[in-house]
């Protein structure tokens, strides 16, 4: 990736606007929201490409906040601003978590505060990545 789109990409993702999108707004005959641990459980399906560990075992997840109309919204981090999925990850996480039954609209904004470190994965990560 060249350095003009990812400074393009990361100027918007901190802003106002959301970084990636996914689903649709509920009807209201659409049955009832997901549950916190369903959205969790896509979250652990998706994965960084170069580290074999989730990005919820890897602590990139920061906010995870589901409504009651089903709509979610996600904060999420990388490991490095310079990460080369910057401009694909949110949109795999957006379309992760609309798949979950009874999600409505996902918006999944990228955050770079605080910075992330190894204290925020979770010791099953340490433990795969041999970082104990």
């Not at 999944?108 to 104990?132: C, G, Q, Y």
Request: proline share 11%.
């Amino acid at each position: 990736m060249n350095a003009e789109p990812q400074r393009d990409f990361l100027a918007t993702a901190g802003g106002r606007e959301p970084t990636a999108r996914a689903g649709r707004p509920r009807g209201a005959d659409a049955g009832p929201p997901p549950n916190e641990e369903a959205v969790l459980e896509a979250l652990r399906c998706v994965f960084d490409p170069e580290i074999p560990v989730n990005i919820y075992d890897l602590g990139l997840i920061y906010r995870l906040d589901v409504r009651d109309n089903g709509d979610v919204e996600v904060d999420m981090t990388l490991t490095a601003p310079g990460c080369p999925v910057a401009g694909t990850m949110p949109g795999e996480v957006a379309r992760a978590v609309a798949a979950v039954p009874g999600a409505g609209e996902v918006t999944v904004e990228l955050v770079w505060d605080p910075p992330w470190d190894h204290s925020r994965m979770t010791d099953a990560a340490k433990i795969e990545l041999n970082m104990f």
